[in-house]
């Protein structure tokens, strides 16, 4: 399995900004499919946002327009930028990859669909 580690994460202030990025050691072709995802306690992981090696996106409604998510390929990192960030924002941020997203039954932001995780990064909020 490709192995994942992500960096990025730390203190920020509600309205702003914060990129992580998430690493990628390992099979190449494990990495077709990525995505973001988030947990907080008492929370149900949430699929955050998810790429696909063509380059379609996927976001979750709680993040759309203030979320972008980008692959730099030359060094298979995975990046989240996070802008306008909200106070429901902070959680442990994981990074994914996952095979066969090009299947018509795939579901980008499904988690139990990708075998790979990192160990995530935590984003908190600052007074």
């Known amino acids: 399995q490709v192995q994942l580690v992500e960096s990025g994460g730390g203190p920020v202030q509600p309205g702003g900004s ?31 946002a998810s790429w696909r090696s063509d380059k379609a ?15 730099d390929n030359s060094k ?3 990046y989240l930028q996070m802008n306008s960030l909200k106070p429901e924002d902070p959680a442990m941020y994981y990074c994914a990859a996952g095979l066969g997203c090009y299947s018509g039954s795939w579901q980008p932001l499904w988690s139990h669909q990708y075998r790979s995780w990192g160990q995530g990064t935590q984003v908190t909020v600052s007074s």
């Open 18 to 48: 914060l990129r992580l990025s998430c690493s990628a050691f390992g099979f190449a072709h494990e990495t077709d499919c990525m995505a973001w995802f988030r947990t907080v306690p008492g929370k149900e992981r949430e699929g955050v």
């Open 57 to 71: 996106t996927t976001y979750a409604d709680s993040v759309k327009g203030r979320f972008t998510i980008s692959r």
């Open 76 to 78: 298979t990192i995975l």
